[in-house]
T-cell receptor, first 116, second 113 residues
Framework: EPEVTQTPSHQVTQMGQEVILRCVPI?????FYWYRQILGQKVEFLVS????????KSEIFDDQFSVERPDGSNFTLKIRSTKLEDSAMYFC??????????????FGPGTRLTVL | KNQVEQSPQSLIILEGKNCTLQ??????????LRWYKQDTGRGPVSLTI?????NTKSNGRYTATLDADTKQSSLHITASQLSDSASYIC????????????FGAGTRLAVHP
């Protein structure tokens, strides 16, 4: 069964460093998403991406964040200068159709980011 | 404010028993409501998706209900198994100009032998 994969599973970084979180969405999906979940808190939407551009972004997704689909398979989230409060689990998701439809979003296993 | 509230926060039941989890949402405009299962340290996995015109949806031992008038949903788990131990998250799709999933905090279910 196809699945969303994410690497690395755990990333530890120093405050102020840049990190890139990688995701491989399900191959025939066209819509891609990043979410984060701070320990013990709700999952929060960060950004959605379609046709090589950002469709929607939340207020959390500020200038420190960027997303890219550098090739036909990878979808990346970059944090330019990490802060302590960026420590969280980051989930990538993908779907065949836009979220307004009945279609499922399939989530990856997550990358746990720890900023020291 | 667009929010999803769930109760109880946590629940312990014995294997084989049934349970019902509750969800209230204030998301408007609202397109559909989803229940996800999230194992510790893993991504959410979809259980059900219901539009505002659907009242009930089943997926094996999971049955979700939706009352769009009162903005309430429930997830009923029948004949619980140890593997049902997880967080169950209610998620509403906000569809006002842009589309965004709004997550509840989840109910943490522990099934004991």
């Amino acid at each position: 069964e196809p699945e969303v994969t994410q690497t690395p599973s755990h990333q530890v970084t120093q405050m102020g460093q840049e990190v890139i979180l990688r995701c491989v969405p399900i191959s025939n999906h066209l819509y891609f998403y990043w979410y984060r979940q701070i320990l013990g808190q709700k999952v929060e939407f960060l950004v959605s991406f379609y046709n090589n551009e950002i469709s929607e972004k939340s207020e959390i997704f500020d200038d420190q964040f960027s997303v890219e689909r550098p090739d036909g398979s990878n979808f990346t989230l970059k944090i330019r200068s990490t802060k302590l409060e960026d420590s969280a689990m980051y989930f990538c998701a993908s779907s065949e159709a836009p979220p307004s439809s009945y279609n499922e979003q399939f989530f990856g296993p997550g990358t746990r980011l720890t900023v020291l | 404010k667009n929010q999803v509230e769930q109760s109880p926060q946590s629940l312990i039941i014995l294997e084989g028993k049934n349970c019902t989890l509750q969800c209230n949402y204030t998301v408007s405009p609202f397109s559909n409501l989803r229940w996800y299962k999230q194992d510790t340290g893993r991504g959410p996995v979809s259980l059900t998706i219901m539009t505002f015109s659907e009242n009930t949806k089943s997926n094996g031992r999971y049955t979700a209900t939706l009352d769009a008038d009162t903005k309430q949903s429930s997830l009923h788990i029948t004949a619980s198994q140890l593997s049902d131990s997880a967080s169950y998250i209610c998620v509403a799709l906000f569809s006002g100009g842009y589309n965004k999933l709004i997550f509840g905090a989840g109910t943490r279910l522990a099934v004991h032998p």
